[in-house]
């Protein structure tokens, strides 16, 4: 754990230096290590080892024939195929690969959309939020098709739909759970010129959704079910359930989302008629918070809101900006910063979870 959380704050510190002018290249360092980090790991996280093992069977076809008919390459033949494609350079180098990919993504994000002032904060809480890296680190499959539909995200601001679709038909072929990014192929037709409606909207789809999730799980459960790769999560992540309250804990959680709405309905840019890049990350960021009262009731459905973790956590600097007064505004940013850091000290005591504790790597 010790060793983990010195690397998490070391990139935080090299960003904050870029951040403050004092090292011109920090953030680029900071993802470069980032990279190295993530590209010589070996058994970090709980779904590392089975991910090795899957690859070592599909990699031991030798007639393709018999590997088209492997269930698991019919289930998701994206990543199939691109474990055939690696055998030249073996688990590690794919893993070294897709590590390369998913770190220029974050930077290239976080560069190109987030202000200077503000970059530090976003990669503290892209390193420390452990649902973010850390998760990441384990969940291999879907961290890819992750940063494929950031990689994308012009993509669905500019309309391009064909496009747009067979990026979304490339992340589904990856991971099963990027059916969920398939509405947001019209996301960029959605009108971006009342935000007053909108935030008023999100704000009773969000209580509809918290309260109603029982019904709504109910009702999906069936279709879920009968689908043969979504059942095998349900499987595995029915047992991740939380109990359906809204108290202070939830309350203290939720601050960003309130911030967010009052972003949405106040803001110079929503105000405006222009499109703007921001409005999609706002909308994406909603789309988080509305999916997450769902994760309650199932891990799978935690797994979703996954894609839009980052557009969230990127959106809380801008949206706490509209806070005038310094001393409440910067209160609530550390009360948060806080929150994301208690929960990644509560990872590393999670049983669930005990193979982050012992960072490996492929030399040793």
Request: glycine share 4%.
């Amino acid at each position: 754990m010790l060793l983990v959380t010195f690397f998490a704050f070391f990139v935080v510190l090299l960003s904050m230096l870029t951040s403050l002018r004092i090292v011109k290249h920090g953030l680029e360092i900071a993802f470069i290590f980032v990279f190295l980090f993530s590209a010589i790991r070996y058994d970090f996280g709980a779904d590392y080892m089975n991910y090795y093992t899957a690859y070592q069977d599909f990699v031991r076809y030798n007639d393709f024939g018999n590997f088209l008919t492997d269930h698991r390459s019919q289930q998701e033949p994206g990543w199939a195929i691109l474990c055939l494609l690696s055998r030249p350079i073996g688990f590690f180098g794919l893993v070294a690969i897709i590590s390369l990919f998913v770190s220029l993504i974050y930077y290239k994000f976080i560069k190109t959309y987030i202000p200077l002032r503000w970059q530090w904060i976003v990669v503290y809480f892209y390193m420390i939020d452990p649902y973010c890296f850390l998760i990441q680190l384990s969940t291999i499959r879907q961290t890819l098709s992750t940063a494929i539909f950031i990689c994308a995200l012009s993509l669905f601001y500019d309309k391009k739909f064909i496009m747009s679709v067979l990026v979304v038909i490339l992340a589904f072929s990856i991971h099963r759970s990027a059916f969920v990014l398939f509405p947001l192929i019209f996301i960029g037709f959605i009108p971006q010129n009342n935000g007053k409606q909108l935030s008023i909207l999100a704000l009773a789809a969000f209580f509809v959704l918290y309260f109603s999730v029982d019904v709504i799980f109910n009702w999906l459960l069936p279709f879920m079910m009968s689908n043969d790769t979504l059942s095998d999560y349900i499987q595995i992540y029915m047992q991740e359930t939380s109990p359906n309250t809204f108290g202070i804990g939830a309350l203290l959680a939720n601050i960003p989302f309130i911030i967010l709405l009052l972003y949405v309905r106040r803001s110079k840019i929503w105000r405006s008629s222009d499109r703007h890049i921001w409005k999609l990350i706002t909308l994406l960021a909603l789309f988080y918070y509305l999916i997450s009262p769902l994760s309650l009731l199932t891990g799978i459905i935690g797994r979703l809101s996954s894609y839009f973790l980052i557009f969230a956590l990127a959106s809380i600097p801008a949206t706490y900006s509209m806070i005038k007064m310094a001393l409440i505004r910067k209160s609530l940013l550390a009360l948060h910063m806080l929150i994301i850091l208690y929960q990644y000290i509560l990872l590393f005591d999670d049983p669930d979870w005990v193979t982050f504790n012992n960072y490996k790597t492929i030399f040793y």
